[in-house]
Each structure stands twice: as structure tokens, then as C-alpha cells.
């Protein structure tokens, strides 16, 4: 059974990049589509966008502009840079896999990072 | 982008009685790409229903899903105290509706 695993800063400054990696286990990170999604404290979930493993992105039009997504096959794990954060972009950040088929989620435990000077 | 609209936004009932989530499109989709998701205080979402009719692994028969088009069901015949939670429904991997709480009334 996959397991993915969110890492990286808990605490960003406002203005500055967030990185957050996710790592794949118990399978291959190929011939599947990789996401990341974000919850605000207290809110609903927001998709920010998802590659394949050959490196093709689909983003949320509202963080295109700041959002960027790569993977690392080698490696199998799948990154998220997201630039010029505010408080706004305080959320718990989860990583999933999504089914080919049906374009269900298999989801990580989720990292929070806070924005905070 | 499709937008999906979840009604009501808080379903207040008692454990045994039966609930209704609704989870409207702004355009058709296609019924193989919709999922309903649970969610507790603390831990990442749930898959409970994909292909919108599907119940994932382990998910017990008091959830059933239903719909086509711009129009689905998430129904629980008698809730269980373990199912007081957020529901979210989300289509092909990408957008998620706004999530309908069902507390305990």
C-alpha cells in the first residue's frame, strides 16, 4: 500500500518561497498523477495542482501564478514551491496520489506551515 | 473550471436518522471522476465513494453514493456516532466542493 509523506519548513516568513517535498513509498511514483492540496485552518480544501511523472502540470488558475510542481523520479518524490506567501497561505499542506480511473486520492498525513514574520 | 456547490452546509441530526448531502456541478461530469471524501477534526481526508457509486475499501453500507450530470447524492441510511464529521465531494482529481458538516443535534 502506497504511503506518502509530507516534509519541509513549519514556518515560513511572508514574502518568501514555501517548499514542501512529498516522499512516495510502498510504490512507484510512475504512470501516475501526483497532487497537492491545502486546508486553512478551520476551512475547506483547496486544490493547488498535480503533475504526472513525466513532468506535465495542471494548476488551480487562482495559484498558478505562484504555485510550481516537480518531480524527482529517482528520487520518487514530488515538490511544491509556492512563492510570495502571505498569512493567507497558512494551511495544513497535503500531498496525494490520484487514482488513474476514477480521479480519487490517496492521501498523506498532512504538514502544517504557518506564515509568520 | 467546474465549480461544485454542497448543500447544506451543516446537517444537525440524530444518531439513526438518515442523511442527505447534495453536491451540485456548474457543468456536467462525467460520473466515473466523483468522489466523496470524510473528514475528521485532526486527520487528512477519507475516501468513502468514487466513480460516484463505488464505495472505497473497508467504507460500510450505511454510505451509499448516487447522481449523474450536475447532480449527486452522498447518503449514510443511519448515522453511526462515528460519522458526526466533514463531508467533501470533488471531482477528477482536481476541485473540491466547500465541505458539509453533519453534527450531532
Known amino acids: 500500500q502506497v504511503h506518502l509523506q509530507e516534509s519541509g519548513p513549519g514556518l515560513v516568513k511572508p514574502s518568501e518561497t514555501l517548499s514542501l517535498t512529498c516522499t512516495v513509498s510502498g510504490g512507484s511514483i510512475s504512470n501516475y498523477y501526483w497532487s497537492w492540496i491545502r486546508q486553512p485552518p478551520g476551512k475547506g480544501l483547496e486544490w493547488i495542482g498535480y503533475?504526472?511523472?513525466?513532468?506535465?502540470?495542471n494548476y488551480n488558475p487562482s495559484l498558478k501564478s505562484r504555485a510550481t510542481i516537480s518531480v524527482d523520479t529517482s528520487k520518487n518524490q514530488f515538490s511544491l514551491k509556492l512563492s510570495s506567501v502571505t498569512a493567507a497561505d497558512t494551511a495544513v499542506y497535503y500531498c496525494?496520489?490520484?487514482?488513474?480511473?476514477?480521479?480519487?486520492?490517496?492521501w498523506g498525513q498532512g504538514t502544517l506551515v504557518t506564515v509568520s514574520s | 473550471e467546474i465549480v461544485l456547490t454542497q448543500s447544506p452546509g451543516t446537517l444537525s441530526l440524530s444518531p439513526g436518522e438518515r442523511a442527505t448531502l447534495s453536491c451540485r456541478a456548474s457543468?456536467?461530469?462525467?460520473?466515473?471522476?466523483l468522489a466523496w471524501y470524510q473528514q475528521k477534526p485532526g486527520q487528512a481526508p477519507r475516501l468513502l465513494i468514487y466513480g460516484a457509486s463505488s464505495r472505497a475499501t473497508g467504507i460500510p453500507d450505511r454510505f451509499s453514493g448516487s447522481g449523474s450530470g450536475t447532480d449527486f447524492t452522498l447518503t449514510i441510511s443511519r448515522l453511526e456516532p462515528e460519522d458526526f464529521a466533514v463531508y467533501y465531494c470533488?471531482?477528477?482529481?482536481?476541485?473540491f466542493g466547500q465541505g458539509t458538516k453533519v453534527e450531532i443535534k
Open positions: 457543468q456536467s461530469v462525467s460520473s466515473s471522476y
Open positions: 470533488q471531482q477528477y482529481g482536481k476541485t
Open positions: 503533475i504526472y511523472y513525466s513532468g506535465s502540470t
Open positions: 496525494a496520489r490520484v487514482d488513474p480511473n476514477s480521479g480519487s486520492y490517496d
